[in-house]
């Protein structure tokens, strides 16, 4: 689903991934599965310091950010297709 709104949104809205806890190699292994757009970006976050500051407890959250940086909605769990494209929307319209 990630990949889809990715291209989807493309040029409007930043897209980044942090598949896991783990160092380079894994991460490309993860990501590797899936067609993603260009744009997109994988972090590798080896020391969870991303996660720690977003208070990501698991896979699959949810982050969204204004252009300043500021968190507008976040869930740690999974998100339906509609409500992940009515927090886009926002970001867009914003």
């Known amino acids: 689903m ?7 949104y ?13 160092n380079q190699r894994a991460m490309r292994e993860a990501v590797a599965d899936f067609e ?3 744009s997109m970006i ?3 976050d080896e020391d969870g310091g991303l996660w720690r500051h977003f208070e990501v407890p698991y896979r699959g959250a ?10 507008v909605h976040q869930s740690i769990s999974h998100l339906p297709e509609g409500q992940v494209r009515q927090n886009l ?6």
């Open 42 to 44: 994988h972090a590798v």
């Open 36 to 38: 993603w757009p260009g």
């Open 2 to 8: 990630v990949a889809r709104f990715a291209r989807e």
């Open 62 to 71: 949810w982050i969204f950010l204004d252009d300043d940086g500021k968190v």
């Open 10 to 22: 493309e040029g409007r809205v930043t897209f980044m991934t942090s598949p896991g806890l783990d």
């Open 89 to 94: 929307e926002k970001l867009v319209a914003s």
